[in-house]
C-alpha cells in the first residue's frame, strides 16, 4: 500500500517522465529541421526511453494499488541555438531529474516504503548511464568545437543508437 504522499510523488514523477519525452522529442524536431537527421534519430530514441520510464512508474503505482492521476505536460523549448546547446540542455535535464529520483528516494526511507525503495534502485542506476550518455555527446561537440566535418561524422555516429526496447510488461 502506497501512502498518499508517495503516490503523489510516484505520479508528479510519471509527469516529469513524461516531460522528460516531450523535451527530447522537440529536439529531435528541432535538429531535424536543421538536417541533423542522426542527432534527430538519437533524441527520438531519448523520447522513447523517457515514456518507457514512465509507464514503468505507472505499472509500479498500479501494481501497490495506487491511482494514476495524470497532470498537463508542460511545453518544452522548441530552438536551441547550437547542437552543443541542445545537449548541455539534455545533461542539465539529467542532473535534474537525477535530483528529483534522489528525493524519491530519500522519501521512500523516510515512510520505510521498502518496495518503492526498491523499485526506485533502477532508476537511480539508469540515471548514472542517463548523465553519462548526455555528458559524452556534449565532450564530443566540444572537441570538434563546430567543425563541419566533426558534426557530419557525429552526426553519422549518433544515427546509429539502438532502438529503445521497453521491457515485458509485469505478470
Ligand atoms: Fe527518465
Ligand atoms: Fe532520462
Given at each position: 500500500?502506497?501512502s498518499t504522499k508517495m503516490?503523489e510523488?510516484l505520479?508528479a514523477?510519471?509527469n516529469?517522465?513524461?516531460y522528460?519525452?516531450?523535451?527530447?522529442?522537440?529536439?529531435?524536431?528541432h535538429?531535424?529541421?536543421?538536417?541533423?537527421?542522426g542527432?534527430?534519430?538519437?533524441?527520438r530514441i531519448q523520447?522513447?526511453?523517457?515514456?518507457?520510464?514512465?509507464?514503468?512508474?505507472?505499472d509500479?503505482v498500479l501494481e501497490?494499488?495506487g491511482?494514476v492521476t495524470?497532470?498537463?505536460?508542460e511545453?518544452?523549448p522548441t530552438?536551441?541555438?547550437t547542437?552543443?546547446a541542445?545537449?548541455?540542455a539534455?545533461?542539465?535535464?539529467?542532473?535534474?531529474?537525477?535530483?528529483?529520483?534522489?528525493k524519491?528516494?530519500d522519501?521512500?526511507?523516510?515512510?520505510?516504503?521498502?518496495?518503492?525503495?526498491?523499485?526506485?534502485?533502477?532508476?537511480v542506476?539508469?540515471q548514472?548511464?542517463?548523465?553519462?550518455?548526455?555528458?559524452a555527446?556534449v565532450?564530443k561537440?566540444?572537441?570538434l568545437?563546430?567543425?563541419?566535418?566533426?558534426?557530419?561524422?557525429?552526426?553519422?555516429?549518433?544515427?546509429?543508437?539502438?532502438?529503445?526496447?521497453?521491457p515485458?510488461?509485469?505478470a
Open positions: 500500500m502506497l503516490q510523488a505520479n514523477q510519471i516529469a517522465e513524461y522528460s519525452s516531450y523535451l527530447y522529442l522537440s529536439m529531435a524536431a535538429c531535424q529541421a536543421i538536417n541533423l537527421e542527432f534527430a534519430a538519437w533524441l523520447a522513447d526511453e523517457e515514456m518507457i520510464h514512465a509507464m514503468k512508474l505507472y509500479f501497490r494499488n491511482r495524470l497532470t498537463a505536460i511545453a518544452p530552438e536551441w541555438a547542437p552543443l541542445v545537449f548541455e539534455t545533461y542539465a535535464h539529467e542532473l535534474e531529474v537525477t535530483r528529483r529520483i534522489n524519491l528516494v522519501l521512500a526511507i523516510a515512510e520505510s516504503d521498502h518496495a518503492t525503495n526498491t523499485f526506485l534502485q533502477w532508476f542506476n539508469e548514472v548511464e542517463e548523465e553519462a550518455s548526455a555528458d555527446v565532450q561537440l566540444k572537441l568545437a563546430g567543425a563541419p566535418g566533426g558534426l557530419f561524422m557525429l552526426d553519422q555516429e549518433l544515427g546509429q543508437r539502438p532502438a529503445a526496447t521497453p515485458a510488461p509485469a
